[in-house]
């Protein structure tokens, strides 16, 4: 089966983009094995750090360059992405020469208590994407408004509606891996 390395821009334990991501790896289930990347401990971008490289950057590279795709899930704040996310990115496209992003079939998603659910993020975190040379699914887009009551105990869609839209975007991820990776 084709790995989605998953990063959440949310590092809190609360989070709703987390929550929202492991719905979403629950309706891939036996069509493609989400892997949650850790990003919280990776240092700041710091050009120094390359001559003794951190262990959390090496894993995050392996992760990456291990993975068939890579799932973006985004909260927005101050209408752009997750500064966590942007760390990981900056990381992962050096040293200079070994990209861990390029050609990778990438997806992104992300959810806000807001109407317009993480849309404005969203958006700013494709244009980095394909900056780094990733192989960006452009539709479907998933700006999803969050509300607790789509979800069941265990983080199962139960709104028949929202499951079968998310279901669509996870196949069209999945259809996707498989033509451009
Ligand atoms: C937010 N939030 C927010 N929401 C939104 O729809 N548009 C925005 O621009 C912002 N800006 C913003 C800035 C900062 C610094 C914070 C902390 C929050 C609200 C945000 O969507 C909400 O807190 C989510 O629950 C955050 O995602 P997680 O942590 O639940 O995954």
């Known amino acids: 089966m084709k790995t989605v390395a998953v990063l959440v821009g949310s590092l809190r334990a609360g989070s709703l983009n987390r929550k929202f991501a492991e719905s979403l790896a629950k309706l891939a289930e036996g069509k493609l094995a989400f892997k949650f990347v850790e990003i919280g401990d990776l240092p700041l971008y710091n050009e120094d750090l390359w001559e003794n490289p951190p262990t959390s950057v090496l894993r995050l590279k392996n992760d990456i360059e291990t993975a068939d795709g890579v799932l973006f899930v985004t909260p927005e704040y101050n209408r752009t992405y997750a500064p966590a996310i942007?760390?990981?990115?900056?990381?992962?496209?050096?040293?200079?020469?070994?990209?861990?992003?390029?050609?990778?079939?990438?997806?992104?998603?992300?959810?806000?208590?807001?109407?317009?659910?993480?849309?404005?993020?969203?958006?700013?975190?494709?244009?980095?994407?394909?900056?780094?040379?990733?192989?960006?699914?452009?539709?479907?887009?998933?700006?999803?408004?969050?509300?607790?009551?789509?979800?069941?105990?265990?983080?199962?869609?139960?709104?028949?509606?929202?499951?079968?839209?998310?279901?669509?975007?996870?196949?069209?991820?999945?259809?996707?891996?498989d033509r451009v990776g």
Do not use: C
């Open 86 to 177: 942007d760390n990981a990115i900056h990381w992962g496209t050096r040293p200079w020469g070994k990209n861990s992003w390029a050609g990778k079939p990438a997806a992104i998603a992300g959810t806000s208590p807001g109407a317009i659910g993480a849309a404005v993020g969203q958006s700013q975190l494709k244009q980095v994407l394909v900056v780094v040379g990733m192989a960006l699914m452009g539709q479907p887009e998933v700006y999803f408004a969050y509300k607790d009551e789509l979800f069941d105990d265990e983080g199962h869609v139960v709104n028949e509606q929202t499951a079968a839209f998310l279901q669509g975007f996870v196949d069209s991820f999945a259809a996707w891996i």
